[in-house]
């Protein structure tokens, strides 16, 4: 028994802020972001639009695109580290807007590979036969927790939702997922203010707002990728000449082009969505697929890399059949 990909579908908030934007209330500019992080454009929540008002549309398209109804989705596993409530989970919440009761709902905090985490679980509730159409969503509203006097990190976060409908099937679809953690570089990127905080953790930045060292968090990405995804060909006897598609976390076009080199693919190969949508965490890389489906460049019956890092530090990849 494996689980397939069965659709895929996303949502981005309508308000966009441009680079420009950014330039008229901090001291950056468009050629500096562009250079340094491929960004050009990214998408911000409205007012009163909460991290379920945009998981809600992107899972419907998704099950749409599957040729399923909700009342079909009988486990939902739902990445966020933006969630609207401390509980209910996001996606107890998601499933009381879908309509369909009964099955498992939880949410998966592992920052911006929340998404890779959360499709490795839900492939094994597949494989294991525990679900039979298993919704997993990635959805996040960064700009809530964006300081937005930082420039190190409000040029690069924002807000967006990314769907799957993985699909019990005899049929290899997820071959293998590959999920690590190291905790020990927590100071490196983390996100204060919880509400489970006790005194004595670290007061700066506000409670509530990011933080990045955004250099050191760049070196320990490029490195980890590198061998995670090496791991995930290893471990399937896949030479990386057997990939047709990588489908990377969308945190700057630097990383994702030293990814590409290390797989000795083409940029043509690499699903690329950093320019339009920034850094959208646990939604980015269900994003970047969507648009490759949606588009016509993600065929049936290809190989396709997924691989994310993110706070914790945390990072993972996914080897693929569509
Ligand atoms: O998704 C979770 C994982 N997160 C990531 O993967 C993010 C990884 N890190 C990055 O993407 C990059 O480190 C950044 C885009 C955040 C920063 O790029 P960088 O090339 O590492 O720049 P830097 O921090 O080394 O700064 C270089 C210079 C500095 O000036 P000086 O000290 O050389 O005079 C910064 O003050 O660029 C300056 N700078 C800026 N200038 C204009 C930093 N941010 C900006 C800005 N606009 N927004």
């Known amino acids: 028994m494996y689980s397939k990909i069965a659709g895929t579908g996303s949502y981005l908030p309508e308000k966009i802020l441009t680079n420009r934007d950014l330039e008229g209330f901090m001291e950056t500019s468009d050629a500096w972001i562009r250079e340094r992080t491929g960004i050009e454009r990214r998408h911000v929540a409205a007012e009163g ?6 998981a809600e549309p992107a899972a419907r398209r998704a099950i749409e695109a599957a040729g399923l109804a909700p009342r079909d989705i009988d486990l939902i596993v739902f990445a966020t580290c933006t969630p609207d409530y401390v509980f209910p989970n996001a996606g107890t919440l998601l499933q009381q807007r879908l309509g369909c009761p009964g099955g498992a709902a939880f949410s998966v905090e592992a920052a911006c590979s929340g998404f890779i985490y959360a499709l490795s679980i839900a492939d094994k509730f597949v494989r294991a036969g525990e679900a039979k159409h298993a919704l997993v969503v990635g959805a996040e509203v960064l700009s809530r927790v964006t300081d937005w006097s930082d420039r190190g990190t409000a040029i690069l976060f924002a807000d967006g939702a990314g769907a799957v409908v993985l699909n019990a099937s005899a049929q290899p679809g997820v071959l293998s997922t590959h999920l690590h953690a190291d905790g020990s570089h927590r100071e490196l990127l983390f996100c204060p203010g919880g509400p489970g905080a006790r005194s004595g953790l670290p007061a700066a930045p ?21 061998r995670v995804v090496d791991e995930a060909l290893a471990a399937n006897r896949l030479d990386r000449s057997a990939l047709d598609w990588l ?10 082009q030293g990814a590409a080199r ?8 690499v699903i690329v969505t950093v320019q339009d ?7 980015s890389v269900p994003l970047a697929l969507d648009a490759g489906v949606r588009d016509g460049r993600i065929k049936r019956g290809e190989l396709l890399l997924l691989e994310a890092f993110g706070a914790g530090f945390t990072w993972g990849a996914a080897l693929v059949r569509y």
Not at 206 to 213: D, N, Q, R
Not at 262 to 269: A, T
């Open 247 to 256: 489908v990377p976390h969308q945190a700057n076009l630097r990383i994702i």
């Open 206 to 226: 506000a409670p509530g707002f990011i933080h990045m060292e955004g250099r050191e968090v760049f070196k320990i990405a490029v490195m980890e990728l590198g």
């Open 277 to 283: 949508h920034g850094n959208t965490s646990a939604a």
């Open 262 to 269: 290390k797989l000795d693919l083409p940029m043509e190969r």
């Open 49 to 54: 639009q909460g991290t379920v008002d945009l």
